[in-house]
Structures are given as C-alpha cells and as structure tokens.
C-alpha cells in the first residue's frame, strides 16, 4: 500500500463512525473475463479499498451500490442499502454486457436489507451470499463460491474491536479540544479518559462477553446503554447538583472545578454508553431489548431453501436436507438482525413474541428491526398489539 493510501486509510478508520462516501459503479479487478465473478459491495471509501486489496491478483468485477457512505451492515440493518440501490447499480454499470453469467455475490451482512427474490425478478440476476467478512473472499472463491459455516459466523476478533476502540475515541478526544481555552491543563487527561474507557470497553470486551451471553439479557449492564430510565444520566445529574450545592454551601470548591468534573464525568458517561451490541452483529442492539421477540419458524411453510442458514450471522439454523426442512438448533443466539426473514422464499419465519404478537415478514422487509429501522417504524409501533403487526 502506498504511503498516500495509508494515511487515507487511516484517517477513515479513525473517522469510520461518520460515512465516508465513494464513487459508485463497476470496478475491474486484474482482467475479468465474461465468465469471472462479479462481485457487490458498498459505498463506504474504507470498505472498497479493503476488498479491492482482498481479490488482489483475482480476475473479477467489483460493483460498489449506493449506500451514501456508510458500511454494509449499518446500511443494509438500516434501509441505505436496499433492493433499488442494488438494481440501479446492476442496470447503469453495464456490467450485463461484460459477462455472460447472471449471479452477482453480495457480502452476507447485506442480507437485511436486499430481497434474493425481488432482485432475480426485477433483473434476472440471482444472488449468491458472500462471507460474512471480506477476508474470506478468497477462500471463499477458491471453493467454489461456498460460504462454510466458519466464513458466515460474525466474531468479533480483537483487530475489530480496536479499530472501534480507536473509532469511538478519536472523535471524543477531539471534542476534548474544546475545553483548551478554560481547562488548557484538562486536554490531555481528558483525552486519556476517552482513549482509556473506549479501550477498556472494547479490548475488554472477552472478559465480559460470557457475563452478557448468560445473563439473557441484551443490556443490564451500566455500560453500553442508559437503560429503560435512564438511570446512569439521572445519577450524572444528581452528581453534577451536589457538586453545585457544595459549591453554593461554601464548601471550598470553585464553580470552575464544578465545571471541570461535570464535564469529565458527563464525557465518561458517555463513552459507557455506548452500545456494544449495536456496533456488532454479534450480540443484539440494546434497542431490541423491550420488544421480547424470538425468531419463529412454520415448518409448514418451509421447503427448505436454506437462504436462512446462508444469511443468519450467529449460526441459528440447520437445514435438513432429506426432510427438506430448516431447524432452529442456535435460536437463543438471534439478535433479530431479520435477515433470514427477509430471505425466505416462503415467508416461513417471523418474530413473534410472548403474548403471541407476530412482526410479520412483509413488515420486516419493509422498516427492518435494527437501529435505524427502528425510528424509521416508529409510527408502526401502535401496530404492535396487533396480531400479524409490525414492530
Ligand atoms: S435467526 Fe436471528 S440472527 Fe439469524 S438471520 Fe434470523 S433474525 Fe438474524
């Protein structure tokens, strides 16, 4: 890599909380032929580069669709990477002229928000679900552009988790710069501050995953959310009132120093806030967890497809291939991500949740049930007591 290109990389990792746009379009990769894969992936600078640098001597063609900057994942869990984004790219390209075949691979975690169905109808392409993650490419076009279990389960392997650690804090610890015309010798400590919570929250992040796995729970831990009530910021508020009635009292502190630990204190809570299990497709966003659903499935609908077990990043489904029938051996592992919903052929799976109120599929393709999806439906949620409702 080029010392410009580092550097570029390396600004867009420390800035990859922000969307970072890319030109959209077909990218050769060596010299495609009209029989070599084409590939798919999105718009976020960062993303394009790290798999152009993956099929690096591959002969293939790389379509890079409109997701307005931001990541596979976050785009597609929130409705910027959808079936129209990949349909526009596959018909203003040209990419129908330069090969012969009609299968197009698609990073898996784009599953929540492209439709295998809607695509192979409105264009005649059939999708074929990549590895969860761009390294596997190689091996996964090397054998036979089969995805195996290992190459669709999400981890979250420590290179990850610092890269998120350094995300998170690098644009905290700039916000520190603020204080320097008031606070010059607070700078630094703060920025320690930002940069030691976010390592700590994300390096750390084995030694309390068991805890958050056996608990059941999405959240219940200080960290990663302010919970139902909020608690952590009402806590925050009282610290910062008692401060200032000491201060008020005579109790020989400064309104300075007042300002100083509020402010230190307020960007701690913050960066405990964070939600861990919205940054990664490995646990469910902290946002799902009042919604009580479970992933069900009507194994008389289903035909046995297998998109499910192609797409779900926690290895939930087996597909039996005699019965031609998908199981649910990993179902406590959901995280509601919804893409084997969107998926299935059949409409066979939905969420349903202890009183027996379903989130239909249709509902599912139409807002998604992640973060942004969720404000997205929000005027859906009066539906929820609804049987056969949304989200
Ligand atoms: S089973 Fe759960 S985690 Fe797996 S694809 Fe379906 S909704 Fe996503």
Redesign the pocket.
């Known amino acids: 890599m080029r010392l410009g290109d580092l550097w570029v990389n390396l600004v867009q990792t420390l800035l990859r909380v922000f969307p970072f746009p890319c030109e959209t379009g077909l990218v050769k990769i060596g010299n495609p032929g009209r029989s070599s894969p084409v590939l798919l992936t999105c718009n976020f600078r960062l993303t394009v580069e790290r798999v152009k640098r993956a099929l690096e001597g591959i002969d293939a063609y790389l379509l890079v669709a409109n997701s307005r900057g931001v990541n596979v994942w976050c785009a597609a869990t929130g409705g910027l990477l959808s079936n129209h984004d990949l349909v526009s790219v596959l018909k203003t390209s040209g990419i129908q002229d330069l090969v012969d075949h009609r299968k197009v691979i698609l990073p898996q975690l784009a599953a929540t928000g492209i439709e295998g169905r809607n695509i192979r109808e409105r264009t005649g392409w059939r999708i074929v679900w990549g590895p969860a993650h761009f390294s596997a490419l190689r091996a996964f076009l090397s054998g036979g552009q089969v995805a195996t279990p290992e190459m669709r389960r999400v981890s979250f392997e420590w290179p990850q988790r610092l890269e998120m650690a350094a995300a998170w804090a690098f644009p905290i610890s700039l916000a520190a710069l603020f204080v320097l015309p008031w606070w010059p010798s607070g700078v630094l400590p703060l920025m320690g501050l930002v940069w030691g919570l976010s390592s700590l929250i994300f390096l750390g992040f084995p030694l309390y995953e068991g805890w958050i796995r056996t608990t059941g729970k999405n959240v219940g831990f200080v960290f990663f959310d302010f919970g139902q009530y909020g608690i952590p910021l009402l806590l925050w508020v009282v610290f910062v009132l008692g401060l200032m009635a000491y201060a008020l009292l005579g109790g020989g502190i400064s309104w300075g120093f007042v300002l100083r630990w509020g402010l230190s204190s307020f960007v701690a809570l913050l960066i405990l806030g964070v939600d861990l299990m919205g940054s990664t497709p490995v646990y469910k966003s902290g946002l799902h967890e009042e919604r009580l659903l479970r992933?069900a499935l009507d194994a008389g609908l289903c035909k046995g497809a297998g998109f499910?077990e192609q797409?779900?990043?926690?290895d939930?489904?087996q597909v039996d291939d005699e019965r031609r029938v998908a199981t649910l051996p990993g179902a406590e592992r959901?995280?509601?991500?919804?893409?084997?919903?969107v998926q299935c052929p059949f409409d066979a799976?939905q969420f349903e949740n202890p009183t027996g109120d379903v989130v239909t599929p249709e509902t599912v393709r139409r807002f998604k049930l992640n973060l942004l999806g969720k404000r997205i439906a929000s005027p859906g949620k009066s539906e929820q007591g609804q049987k056969s409702a949304g989200p």
């Open positions: 992933i499910c797409v779900c990043p926690v939930v489904f959901c995280v509601q991500c919804g893409a084997c919903i799976l």
